[in-house]
């Protein structure tokens, strides 16, 4: 297996088949956004590969003024889930040792049963691989659990850094989440309203 960097070209192909496949639309960035924030030196699309077919893809959003990476979409094809890949990405990107922050989706109160063990998983999935459990926030309209692997980072730096990574611009983007607070739409999704 090799694990690299995507071209453009699978970098598009990846959009369409992979991430607007799976994850909801509030989730999506759009494409033209993580192109150009690639071009800002500022985003990794990492894929894990067997010969030319994608297994697996990591989502890296970094700034050169921070040492804290946020690991923003981690994702196996579907075909080949729940074979160890997910755990295999991440091992290799701890690898490259950057401290890394993630956001996993908490259970929603009143939701279905199983959607929230679907998201309680995904939590513990992240604690099996080195990730902590560090403090509630809020992106995308929703709440999440930020999981930290960053051993060498205070939890105020932390935050900091993870609340500068996405920019003052994205009003929608809270750390912490407070008890209470709604989380806002994604500027994406807001354009779609009006």
């Not at 924030?37 to 030319?52: H, K, M, P, T, V």
């Not at 981690?74 to 690898?95: D, S």
């Not at 930290?148 to 932390?158: Q, R, S, T, W």
Request: hydrophobic share 45%; with cysteine.
């Amino acid at each position: 297996m090799e694990f690299r960097l995507l071209t453009e070209n699978e970098i598009r192909i990846w959009y369409e088949t992979e991430l607007t496949c799976t994850f909801i639309p509030q989730e999506c960035k759009p494409l033209d956004d993580i192109f150009r924030l690639i071009a800002e030196n500022r985003y990794e699309i990492w894929g894990l590969f067997d010969g030319a077919a994608l297994l697996g893809y990591a989502c890296l959003w970094k700034s050169p003024h921070l040492a804290l990476v946020l690991l923003d979409y981690l994702g196996v094809t579907a075909l080949r889930r729940n074979a160890g890949l997910g755990g295999e990405i991440l091992r290799r990107l701890q690898a490259q040792g950057r401290p890394l922050v993630t956001e996993s989706e908490l259970p929603v109160e009143g939701d279905s049963a199983e959607e929230n063990a679907i998201r309680t998983r995904r939590i513990a999935f992240y604690a099996r691989h080195g990730f902590t459990a560090a403090y509630p926030m809020a992106t995308c309209g929703m709440a999440w659990q930020a999981m930290v692997h960053a051993p060498e980072m205070a939890l105020v730096e932390v935050m900091a850094q993870h609340k500068a990574l996405y920019g003052p611009a994205r009003t929608d983007v809270v750390v912490p989440l407070g008890e209470g607070e709604r989380p806002a739409m994604p500027y994406w999704m807001e354009a779609k309203r009006t």
